[in-house]
T-cell receptor
Framework: EDKVVQSPLSLVVHEGDTVTLNCSYE??????LLWYKQEKKAPTFLFML????IEKKSGRLSSILDKKELFSILNITATQTGDSAVYLC????????????FGKGTKLSVKP | NAGVMQNPRHLVRRRGQEARLRCSPM?????VYWYRQLPEEGLKFMVY????????ESGMPKERFSAEFPKEGPSILRIQQVVRGDSAAYFC?????????????????FGPGTRLTVL
């Protein structure tokens, strides 16, 4: 069965800390891995990764994919209270056409 | 460029009633996906549609649930004879292309969701 596992499930840090969120997957016909940030409403798109070893970066956020070991990490440096959210990892692939297989998310709380 | 629109944002129904959830994709997007998020659970795929076609409904419950994406107008997710277990947040996403497109263009963008409460 296709699955995506995120760790930790929750994390509490202080402003200025650096955090690393993990996502491992076992999905047939892997196509891409995506990271989303979900606050109280819509998951907002952060990154799409398709190739191993190529870091994607946006401000204080960066992410990389390892297709050999089947995992990805999302790094956030110099965290701010506005980074508090649930971070979702999703993989496109599996037996279906086009749907995303989501992990349960990592709930990040950044305290002032 | 407006994002994915969903309405209503909140919907309360009594057991046995029908729930209709609407989704308008982003401009230029012709692929729509519906997901359900139960409390403390990740998003689960339900159905993938293009205009007038259901491409993949492998995540949809066999009974009471149906979806459509007509030539004109929004995509509709319909739940008949709702039960308490249907209470959840229902998210719609859209993409420019589907699996046939390049990876950069089939990124799925999500709407704000409809929170369904069944009393």
């Amino acid at each position: 069965e296709d699955k995506v596992v995120q760790s930790p499930l929750s994390l509490v840090v202080h402003e200025g800390d650096t955090v690393t969120l993990n996502c491992s997957y076992e999905v047939t016909n892997f196509r891409s891995l995506l990271w989303y940030k979900q606050e109280k409403k819509a998951p907002t798109f952060l990154f799409m990764l398709t190739s191993s070893g190529i870091e994607k970066k946006s401000g204080r956020l960066s992410s990389i994919l390892d297709k050999k070991e089947l995992f990805s990490i999302l790094n956030i440096t110099a965290t701010q209270t506005g980074d508090s959210a649930v971070y979702l990892c999703a993989v496109q692939g599996g037996g279906s056409q086009g749907n995303l297989i989501f992990g349960k998310g990592t709930k990040l709380s950044v305290k002032p | 460029n407006a994002g994915v629109m969903q309405n209503p944002r909140h919907l309360v129904r009594r057991r046995g009633q029908e729930a209709r959830l609407r989704c308008s994709p982003m401009k230029g997007h012709s692929h729509v996906y519906w997901y359900r998020q139960l409390p403390e659970e990740g998003l689960k795929f339900m159905v993938y549609l293009q205009k007038e076609n259901i491409i993949d409904e492998s995540g949809m419950p066999k009974e009471r649930f149906s979806a459509e994406f007509p030539k004109e107008g929004p995509s509709i997710l319909r739940i008949q004879q709702v039960v308490r277990g249907d209470s959840a947040a229902y998210f719609c996403a859209s993409s420019r292309t589907g699996t046939g497109g390049s990876a950069s263009t089939d990124t799925q963008y999500f709407g704000p969701g409809t929170r369904l409460t069944v009393l």
